[in-house]
């Protein structure tokens, strides 16, 4: 399943992420810092939601409060509690 979810305080203006099962099947970033979101998006290709929220949730980017990898992990959490 695809999901779209819209990121706050952060450069990107969209996360689409592709989920089969429990799993992460892909992650696209729309703006933001290109080489880190893409980066992000293919280490976590293949991983668990849970264990891709543990690592990314709480990053903070220049003082923000939030980062485009903690918006991923808000993301995997709103995913997971849809689908709960």
Request: some cysteine; proline content about 2%; aromatic content about 4%.
């Amino acid at each position: 399943m695809v999901y779209e979810y819209n990121p706050v305080g952060v450069c990107s203006m969209k996360i689409t992420i592709e989920i089969d099962g429990e799993k992460i099947k892909s992650v696209k970033f729309l703006g933001g810092c290109a080489g880190n979101t893409q980066g992000v998006a293919s280490l976590i290709a293949g991983m668990n939601i849970d264990e891709a929220i543990k690592r990314l949730k709480g990053i903070d980017c220049a003082g923000r409060g939030t980062s485009c990898p903690d918006q991923l992990a808000r993301a995997l959490e709103e995913i997971k509690q849809k689908s709960a």
